[in-house]
């Protein structure tokens, strides 16, 4: 693969004329689903382990987006790096993820249902940890340049024209970028530890303020009580 290997180079180092790096595959890396001919080495869960030497390349020239084909199905899945879920950022109302942003990992599709029903998955198998959608119509897509700092890709059912799912990937540093692990962990000790800072402090002042008031009070009881004896014997010497 070191022709592969060139490619990138040169691609990766020529960014600011092409900022998009896109690579195709027949086979994919990844996905959910057996082939309907199960023989071993077409089973989705060996696809990692026979071709993580591409997966090499694409993370250490920081491809984009993967589009796979061969299994007979739509799947769309989100970054991934090393058969698991890579970070990317999206925005909490988008419950279907359809903004992957600044992702730390390439972003891969499975788009094998073009064309005639020829062995199309009916029932899909549990989605995989970095699977998002998934579909099993015969269909076809598009991808579209939005401007340099964002793609879009839809799929789209052949029988009617609807746009059965889509993403927009944005990269850059105007948009947000993902928390690192461990940043909401690290937040939240900052936020307890000042919340119990503010107690110990209040307590310090309530304290303060009862000491004062225990002082006074106790200064105060003695000439009380001075005053009541020369009120007595006063009136002793009438």
């Known amino acids: 693969i070191s022709w592969l290997r060139k490619d990138l180079e040169y691609a990766n180092s020529?960014?600011?004329?092409?900022?998009?790096?896109?690579?195709?595959?027949?086979?994919?890396?990844?996905?959910?689903?057996?082939?309907?001919?199960?023989?071993?080495w077409k089973r989705c869960y060996n696809f990692y382990n026979n071709y993580s030497d591409f997966e090499e390349l694409w993370d250490s020239f920081?491809?984009?987006?993967?589009?796979?084909?061969?299994?007979?199905?739509?799947?769309?899945?989100?970054?991934?790096?090393?058969?698991?879920?890579a970070p990317y950022y999206s925005p909490s109302e988008d419950t279907g993820k359809h903004s992957i942003i600044n992702p730390q990992a390439p972003v891969y599709t499975l788009d094998g249902s073009a064309g005639n029903n020829y062995f199309m998955v009916k029932n899909m198998s549990p989605l995989a940890n970095y699977s998002i959608n998934h579909d099993t119509d015969i269909a076809f897509s598009t991808l579209s340049l939005v401007n340099d700092s964002?793609?879009?890709?839809?799929?789209?059912?052949?029988?009617?024209?609807?746009?059965?799912?889509?993403?927009?990937?944005?990269?850059?540093?105007?948009?947000?970028?993902?928390?690192?692990?461990?940043?909401?962990?690290?937040?939240n000790i900052w936020l307890l530890m000042g919340v119990v800072a503010g107690i110990a402090l209040a307590a310090f002042i309530g304290y303060k303020k009862w000491w004062k008031r225990k002082i006074?009070?106790?200064?105060?009881?003695?000439?009380?009580?001075?005053?009541?004896?020369?009120?007595?014997?006063?009136?002793?010497?009438?």
């Open 14 to 40: 020529t960014r600011d004329v092409r900022p998009w790096i896109v690579a195709m595959t027949h086979r994919a890396i990844y996905c959910s689903e057996n082939s309907p001919d199960d023989k071993p």
């Open 62 to 85: 920081k491809v984009d987006l993967v589009l796979q084909a061969h299994m007979h199905f739509w799947e769309r899945m989100g970054p991934v790096s090393k058969n698991n879920s």
């Open 150 to 187: 964002c793609l879009l890709y839809e799929h789209i059912r052949s029988s009617d024209g609807a746009v059965i799912d889509y993403f927009y990937l944005m990269k850059g540093s105007q948009y947000p970028y993902p928390k690192t692990p461990g940043t909401k962990k690290t937040h």
């Open 216 to 238: 006074m009070s106790e200064r105060e009881v003695p000439l009380q009580k001075t005053e009541m004896m020369d009120i007595k014997v006063n009136e002793l010497i009438i």
